[in-house]
């Protein structure tokens, strides 16, 4: 089966900084990568995803990059703020939607005022 | 994308009862999933429920510990049997999207501790 190896596992930056979280995926055939943000006491929220059809997708700060030849995604946070401090995790699957996710372990990124 | 509504929030159970938590979502949508998360780890997939079929539960999930049912199409229930203290965990509920584009989307999880 899938397994998705996330790097690294905390993540500390000052405010206004970059942080760069990195992920490697073990099945070729996944072609969904979804990125989750959990706060405290909270569900994970899908913050940005990418299909295997394209190579980088932005959303305002957020963005992910995806190498399928090499399979390995990165999330890519700009100027970061103190409300992002969270714990980030990365997934695959094979169909968004129907089929099952397979999580990476998480990176905790603390963001300093 | 879907909102799911999750209940309990947080619950504290006594070793050997039983605890059922509930998903409501609101749209129709074929799969529904639960998963586990122990304290300070990741996400690990407990069964996957469709509408009129048994669960599908993951390695090392079984069904008397973690029977699951799927009435309709909005709502599902897991009930965690017998509990003992290493059941204490967070449990989520998810929904994929049937029109295949949306993602899938995470409940606010139910918090249980076993005493």
């Known amino acids: 089966g899938e397994n998705v190896e996330q790097h690294p596992s905390t993540l500390s930056v000052q405010e206004g900084d970059s942080a760069v979280i990195k992920c490697t995926y073990s099945d070729s055939a996944s072609n969904y990568f979804p990125w989750y943000k959990q706060e405290l006491g909270k569900g994970p929220q899908l913050i940005i995803d990418i299909r295997s059809n394209v190579g980088e997708k932005k959303d305002q700060r957020i963005a992910v990059t995806l190498n399928k030849t090499a399979k390995h995604f990165s999330l890519h946070i700009t100027e970061t703020q103190p409300e992002d401090s969270a714990v980030y995790f990365c997934a695959a699957s094979i169909t968004s939607g129907y089929s099952t996710l397979t999580f990476g372990k998480g990176t905790m990124l603390l963001v300093s005022p | 994308s879907a909102v799911i509504s999750q209940k309990p929030s947080r619950d504290i159970c006594q070793r050997g009862t039983s605890l059922t938590i509930q998903c409501q979502v609101d749209s129709q949508v074929t799969m529904m999933f639960w998963y586990r998360q122990q304290p300070g780890q990741s996400l690990t997939l407990i069964a996957t429920a469709n509408q009129g079929s048994e669960a599908t539960y993951e390695s090392g999930f079984v069904i008397d510990k973690f029977p699951i049912s799927r009435p309709n199409l909005t709502f599902s229930t897991l009930t965690v049997s017998n509990m003992s203290p290493e059941d204490s965990s967070i449990y989520l509920c998810?929904?994929?999207?049937?029109?295949?584009?949306?993602?899938?989307?995470f409940g606010s999880g139910t918090r249980l501790t076993v005493v």
């Open positions: 998810s929904v994929g999207s049937d029109r295949g584009s949306d993602g899938y989307t």
